[in-house]
């Protein structure tokens, strides 16, 4: 029987309190990334032969500042830690998936909702960050006062589909790989977990990317605005949203 979800496989109980594969392995996947930045960082140097090490994180650490500023057209120095981190977990949950037992969090609805709440959280502090707390709740009342209701809905459902993309991208792949492992056990489950590399490399891609849009967008909202560009700024957003979502699919 294939469990769709790492929630439903439980590794121990502390006291009351059960411990799914879910909670385990989002703790070791923080293990990890918090390990690898510590033996990568602790000997960075500005000198002419930086360590291979270096090399790679220069290389990580540029991209991502490259696509933030890319997607965001700021300066993408105030972003970075946040959008990074949620890259940087996402995909490291998702390449795991290739170790045997591991079960990657992303697959659990649990996670992707955590995820997306933190995003949700992001984008008003952020905007605040920008533009004052006046300037940014200002921006729920455009173009008339009667919008402010779908535009609260319409903050609600974008972290809604945030979420549910990823669980349904990552749940899909594992059980898709389970039904072959059944069904054919050698060729067609290595295949399975390759495409399952690389949909989970782009769904951590997407997923950062979205992020940085919806962010982008509320800190640049009462700008262009007042500026006369709203329409110009809010149509950039969206374009960057829809093309992030086609990449998606």
Do not use: K
Not at 137 to 155: A, K, S, W
């Amino acid at each position: 029987m294939i469990a769709i979800t790492p929630d439903a496989w439980v590794l121990w109980h502390w006291g009351p309190f059960p411990v799914n594969a879910t909670i385990a392995f989002t703790w070791l996947v923080m293990a990890l990334l918090v390990v690898l930045s510590w033996l990568v960082t602790r000997r960075l140097t500005d000198g002419p032969e930086p360590s291979r090490w270096q090399h790679v994180l220069e290389v990580l650490v540029t991209g991502i500042r490259d696509q933030i500023a890319q997607v965001s057209r700021q300066d993408p120095g105030a972003y970075l830690p946040f959008v990074g981190t949620l890259f940087l977990f996402i995909a490291a949950s998702n390449l795991l998936a290739v170790v045997p037992g591991f079960r990657p969090p992303t697959g659990s609805l649990s996670t992707t909702t955590a995820l997306a709440l933190c995003v949700l959280v992001a984008v008003p502090v952020f905007g605040v960050a920008q533009q004052g707390a006046l300037g940014y709740l200002r921006h729920y009342l455009r173009p008339t006062p009667l919008m402010l209701p779908f535009n609260l809905i319409g903050e609600i459902s974008r972290t809604v589909a945030l979420a549910v993309r990823l669980y349904g991208n990552i749940m899909s792949g594992t059980v898709l790989a389970g039904i072959l492992l059944s069904l054919v056990p050698f060729f067609f489950p290595v295949v399975m977990q390759l495409l399952g590399l690389l949909t989970g490399m782009i769904q951590a891609y997407i997923f950062a990317v979205l992020a940085m849009v919806y962010i982008a967008s509320a800190a640049s909202a009462a700008s262009a605005a007042s500026g006369g560009a709203s329409r110009g700024g809010s149509g950039s957003a969206g374009s960057r949203e829809r093309e992030a979502n086609d990449r998606g699919r």
